[in-house]
């Protein structure tokens, strides 16, 4: 989390630790496993982030957002805490799969201020939720319908904060650009924008498996 020290600790101890995880864990097969997986997977980490911080000095309070998707050629399964995010471009559009854990956001649901107010707040960057700042934290867990033509956009925010929702649609829904394209186009027009932050972001995109391919 920008601002906090050992950020990027959290961030490193959170890609690994859950690499580690997913190597060795046994075959997903359905969504409520994936569920369960990604809530015990995502807690333990915390835990050893939240640990690992009280344990070392130059390290207290870090913490980190999260968002991560595991996806099968039947569905795929979301989770998410503070203000990293997901999007979603299927049949009926683009748009965003989870909610931010900020206070600008609860302002917005809560009615106090419009999105348009939001995206401008001085407050924009204060979490409700982050990974491994407690010893326990909350997360959102929701799984969809992942089909055909179907893409999932991952990514922190410093690309959401500032490159907008109708530019993304734009670029992923360019036919003539590779995956790999889309990707960098994203990180330079983030650059291009300021980019203050890091830009963290993976795109997934439903191939129908043809065997053999």
């Known amino acids: 989390m920008g601002g906090h020290r050992a950020g990027d600790v959290a ?3 959170t890609t690994n630790h859950l690499k580690d995880l997913w190597e060795n864990s046994t075959q997903i097969h359905t969504a ?3 569920e369960k997986w990604m809530e015990r997977a995502v807690l333990q980490v915390n835990k050893e982030i939240f640990e690992h911080s009280m344990k070392n000095t130059e390290c ?4 980190t957002t ?3 998707a595991i996806c099968t050629n039947l569905f795929a399964t979301i ?7 997901c999007y979603l471009l299927n049949e009926t559009g683009f748009k965003q799969l989870t909610e931010d854990h900020s206070l600008v956001n609860e302002l917005v649901r809560s009615g106090q201020i419009s999105r348009e107010d939001a995206e401008h707040h001085p407050r924009k960057n204060v979490l409700l939720r982050a990974l491994g700042t407690e010893d326990s934290v909350e997360m959102d867990v929701k799984t969809i319908i992942f089909e055909e033509e179907d893409v999932l956009l991952l990514c ?3 690309l959401s904060n500032k490159v907008s929702q109708e530019e993304m649609e734009s670029v992923i829904t360019n036919k003539e650009m590779s995956l790999e394209d889309k990707a960098l186009e994203f990180i330079k027009r983030s650059n291009q924008y300021g980019g203050e932050d890091n830009i963290t972001l993976a795109i997934v995109e439903y191939q129908e498996f043809n065997e053999g391919r």
């Open 32 to 34: 409520e496993e994936a």
């Open 79 to 85: 989770a998410n805490i503070g203000d990293s995010r």
């Open 156 to 158: 922190s925010d410093g």
């Open 66 to 68: 999260i968002v991560a």
């Open 60 to 63: 207290e309070g870090m913490g």
């Open 11 to 13: 961030s490193e101890m």
